[in-house]
């Protein structure tokens, strides 16, 4: 078999689109702008950006992607359809030679008897019909045979060489349910490289999903068997299970060079950065235990284990936090250090504020450390993310008074300041979190059902902050917000107060008509 001899493997990121077909994990343009703009900074070779003829607001996210964010190449994604073709190729059309259409189109037997309702010789012909239509528009064109892995090997070669023939630079082979297993799949790629003729002149790329836990090791196998691309996602997010996750197939080839013996451009200290950013725009909470950068990847307990650390890093650890841009042990400023200090400290971290970000988040660290006798690198990059995430701040929480305790019933107080106007009510609820929610509702005249609560600590010790990721369903849409502070019912209401500003600004036109979606929030039957 020939392989390819290029030991560049091409990073081809899909949160934007892939991962945000998540449940619950959807963005608004805002976010998803600081999304690509992350990637670009972690330096994936390709964003896919959305779907644009899905909905006026992807298509809207992949052009803003387009005209805004510089550097990695572009990718809207498009059936092998001409209105979905001429849509993605407006979409993209901002990033000049940088664009790329991503038409795709279902082979397995069971998608073409089901789904498409056609015949193998149709496929073949809309497939090569899709690309050439694509090549029009553009230079760059993706094509991907969706459900590759569970389609007849034949077939499946067919249908790429014919994408090939008809101007396709990149195939892309995707495990759409991820059915592969590694040793099958590998397989499949050098199967591929053997039998479609011109495959050698494009780059093949894979897409593997997560249903069997499988979707690193398949892709993997496929690099170790001539693939030169992986498509993958920030945390592993995804439709179902997720997709690959990039930040462990990264580190996967990154310290097993040994073995794979192939390199990509990733700048992999941004890694926990885009991590975390992610986590915080989509509230999709990062599990603890989870690969490369869950809060536990590098957490050391058992005493034979802290031992060898200390005697020998490389007893236990065979990557460094460092390499992925976490550095939570190193304490950095204290209460009296000044903005200028502050500011230098950041630059040193990556971030490029404007002046008045700046302001805000030196304002905001000063609070924290009041409360907080030590600050970490980490505690720095949740407020600075909180700032450069959160939404317009439509209304502000300046005041939280709450008063519980086992035979009280909690009552919170609040005050809220909208433009120049201040406004402060009580209420009582289940538990302080519910109270200090019900009064903010009161407030605010809008009634949004709380879905998800979920509390992760940033940093370790009884005064850490506390981060809230909360999911907020306002009736006619859900939206996510997250707040961190010492305090985890301030944390929970400055969450709140951030979806509802994120709700508000999405409907500024409907204005003052909002407060009429009033479903209710559900009564919490625990103390939160
Ligand atoms: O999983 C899949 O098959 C896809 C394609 C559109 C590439 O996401
Ligand atoms: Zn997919």
Do not use: W
Not at 42 to 61: Q, R
Not at 407 to 436: F, H, I, K, S, Y
Request: aromatic share 6%.
């Amino acid at each position: 078999m020939k392989k390819k001899t290029d030991n560049r493997v091409v990073i081809f990121d899909t949160t934007l689109r892939d991962g945000e077909q998540c449940p619950g994990a959807s963005m608004g343009l805002r976010e998803k702008l600081e999304v690509a703009r992350q990637l670009a900074r972690l330096k994936v070779d390709i964003i896919e950006a959305g779907f644009p003829i899905a909905s006026p607001g992807d298509f809207e996210a992949v052009r803003a992607v387009s005209e805004q964010v510089k550097g990695p190449i572009i990718a809207g994604l498009a059936r092998c359809l001409e209105k979905d073709i001429v849509r993605a190729a407006e979409a993209v059309e901002p990033a000049g030679s940088r664009g790329r259409i991503h038409v795709f189109l279902a082979t397995s037997a069971i998608h073409r008897q089901y789904k498409l309702r056609k015949a193998k010789e149709e496929i073949v012909k809309q497939a090569a019909v899709g690309v050439a239509m694509a090549r029009k528009y553009v230079e760059d064109v993706q094509f991907s045979p969706e459900d590759a892995s569970r389609t007849e090997p034949e077939f499946l070669a067919e249908v790429c060489r014919a994408a090939i023939d008809a101007g396709a630079t990149t195939i892309n082979i995707p495990d759409t349910v991820g059915y592969a297993v590694p040793e099958e799949f590998g397989a499949l790629i050098g199967y591929l490289h053997e039998h479609v003729q011109g495959i050698h002149e494009v780059t093949v790329h894979v897409h593997c999903h997560n249903d069997l836990g499988l979707a690193v090791a398949n892709s993997l196998a496929a690099v170790k068997n001539g693939a030169r691309g992986i498509e993958c996602t920030i945390n592993g997010l995804g439709e179902r299970a997720g997709n690959c996750s990039l930040e462990e197939v990264v580190m996967a080839m990154r310290t097993r060079h040994d073995f794979y013996d192939l390199s990509t451009g990733i700048k992999t200290r941004e890694i926990f950065r885009a991590s975390r950013l992610v986590s915080q725009l989509t509230g999709m909470v990062v599990q603890r235990n989870k690969a490369i950068v869950g809060a536990n990847a590098f957490a050391h307990e058992s005493g034979i284990h802290q031992d060898g650390m200390l005697k020998e890093r490389s007893t236990y650890e065979i990557m460094q936090p460092e390499d992925v841009g976490i550095s939570g042990t190193e304490l950095v400023l204290g209460k009296h250090s000044g903005r200028h200090a502050f500011s230098n400290h950041l630059h040193k971290l990556g971030f490029r504020l404007s002046t008045e970000e700046l302001a805000k988040a030196y304002d905001a660290f000063i609070e924290l450390a009041d409360k907080k006798k030590t600050i970490y690198d980490d505690d720095l990059v949740a407020i600075v993310q909180q700032q450069m995430t959160e939404a317009p701040p439509i209304y502000t929480l300046q005041y939280l008074h709450v008063s519980t305790g086992s035979d009280t019933v909690p009552t919170a107080t609040v005050r809220l300041q909208r433009n120049e106007e201040l406004m402060q009510d009580a209420a009582c609820g289940d538990g302080p979190v519910d109270a200090a929610l019900k009064t903010i509702d009161r407030i605010c005249n809008l009634q949004g059902r709380l879905l998800d609560f979920t509390l992760q600590a940033i940093t370790s010790g009884k005064d850490a902050l506390g981060e809230v990721s909360i999911r907020v369903d306002f009736g006619d849409q859900i939206v996510n917000g997250k707040a961190s502070s010492t305090d985890i019912v301030e944390a929970g209401a400055r969450a709140y107060v951030n979806c509802i500003n994120r709700y508000l600004a999405d409907h500024m036109d409907a204005e003052p008509a909002v407060p009429s979606a009033k479903p209710k929030r559900k009564a919490g039957s625990k103390k939160k």
